[in-house]
């Protein structure tokens, strides 16, 4: 099993933090993006969000990513 350590721990969990921060943010009146721009980057960050979840849920099971 690939031991990661706090900092890293840390910096996956702020990317993930980010990355649905940046969802929700999509959804503000002003935001001068296209609707297609916005499921674009939606799409991206939920695809980030979800790697990280099977990832942590790899490694809590004691495999390797």
Do not use: C, W, Y
Not at 17 to 23: K, T
Not at 48 to 65: I, K, M
């Amino acid at each position: 099993m690939s031991e990661l350590t706090l900092s890293e721990l840390l910096g996956e969990h702020k990317a993930m933090r980010s990355a649905i921060e940046l969802i929700g943010s999509l959804s503000h009146p002003d935001s001068p993006l296209t609707l297609e721009t916005k499921v674009e980057v939606a799409t991206r960050a939920a695809s980030a969000v979800l790697a990280f979840l099977h990832a942590n849920e790899l490694r809590t099971q004691g495999r390797d990513t």
